[in-house]
C-alpha cells in the first residue's frame, strides 16, 4: 500500500504563491506519473498538472505559465509551485501517484489540502 501525504496549503491573497508537497511512501517499486488535481465546491475534480518519471509535464490550460510541476525521484515527492494565484484557483488540491509497489500496480491519491485566494 501506498501512501500519499500533502503539505503547503493554506489562504493567500490574489497574486500570491504557495508551494504544495507531496510525499509518497510505502513498498514502492517505481512511480510512473504524479500529479495534482483539484477539485472546487460544486465542480468536478480536475487535472492541474501531472508529470513523468522521466520529467515530462502538462498542464492545464487555465495554470500554464502560472503553476509549475516538479519532483524528486529519490524522495518520491512531487511539488507544485503556485504563483500569480487568482480566486479561481481556491479548491482543495489532490495528489495522485501511479506506479508499482511490490509486483503490483497501484494508484493512489493524498487526502488532499485547501488552497484558498481570497483577499
Known amino acids: 500500500q501506498v501512501q500519499l501525504v500533502e503539505s503547503g496549503g493554506g489562504l493567500v491573497q490574489p497574486g500570491g504563491s504557495l508551494r504544495l508537497s507531496c510525499a509518497a511512501s510505502?513498498?514502492?517499486?517505481?512511480?510512473?506519473?504524479m500529479g495534482w488535481y483539484r477539485q472546487a465546491p460544486g465542480k468536478q475534480r480536475e487535472l492541474v498538472a501531472a508529470?513523468?518519471?522521466?520529467?515530462?509535464?502538462k498542464y492545464a490550460d487555465s495554470v500554464k505559465d502560472r503553476f509549475t510541476i516538479s519532483r524528486d525521484n529519490a524522495k518520491n515527492t512531487v511539488y507544485l509551485q503556485m504563483n500569480s494565484l487568482k480566486p479561481e484557483d481556491t479548491a482543495v488540491y489532490y495528489c495522485?501517484?501511479?506506479?508499482?509497489?511490490?509486483?503490483?500496480?497501484?494508484?493512489?491519491w493524498g487526502q488532499g489540502t485547501q488552497v484558498t485566494v481570497s483577499s
Open positions: 495522485n501517484a501511479e506506479g508499482v509497489a511490490g509486483v503490483r500496480g497501484f494508484e493512489s
Open positions: 510505502g513498498s514502492i517499486f517505481s512511480i510512473n506519473a
Open positions: 508529470i513523468t518519471s522521466g520529467g515530462s509535464t
